[in-house]
């Protein structure tokens, strides 16, 4: 019977511990959409303005980076593993913006996203020319 996973809010007095591990997985999602640069993201996780999220097992299945400005949190960047498994923990993250008084919450990423995610809409587009 395979391990439940479990979604940790890394304390921002710890992150420099944890951000080895789970930088590539950040990093990944990142390279994958070009909407963030990573140095940006990783800066802002490391000085505590963006928190750090892991879907824990036995080892990190997923790593995500959050946002919170004027209301809404904005979900920076979210790659992992059997994506099945931790997709129900954006709940977690949901409950903690609503707590934090969010009234929105945001995802940068790919169109696919609005697939596998239950009550989020595309809400904007981005439109790009390349020169």
Same mark, same amino acid.
């Given at each position: ?29 990142? /390279? #994958? ?14 000085? +505590?303005?963006?928190? =750090?999220? *892991? ?28 994506? /099945? #498994? ?14 934090? +008084?969010?009234?929105? =919450?945001? *995802? ?24």
């Amino acid at each position: 019977m395979p391990s439940s996973v479990d979604l940790i809010c890394v304390d921002p007095a710890r992150v420099h511990e944890f951000w080895p591990f789970a930088s590539g997985l950040i990093k990944t999602a990142i /390279e #994958r959409t070009g909407l963030s640069a990573f140095e940006d993201i990783e800066k802002q996780v490391l000085a +505590g303005e963006q928190l =750090l999220w *892991l879907a824990w097992s036995e080892q990190i299945e997923a790593a995500a980076t959050t946002h919170l400005s004027r209301g809404v949190c904005t979900l920076t960047a979210c790659s992992g593993h059997q994506r /099945e #498994r931790w997709l129900p923990l954006f709940a977690t993250i949901e409950k903690y913006a609503k707590d934090e +008084g969010c009234s929105t =919450l945001r *995802l940068y990423g790919r169109k696919g996203w609005e697939r596998v995610l239950d009550g989020y809409r595309v809400e904007h587009v981005i439109l790009e020319k390349g020169l």
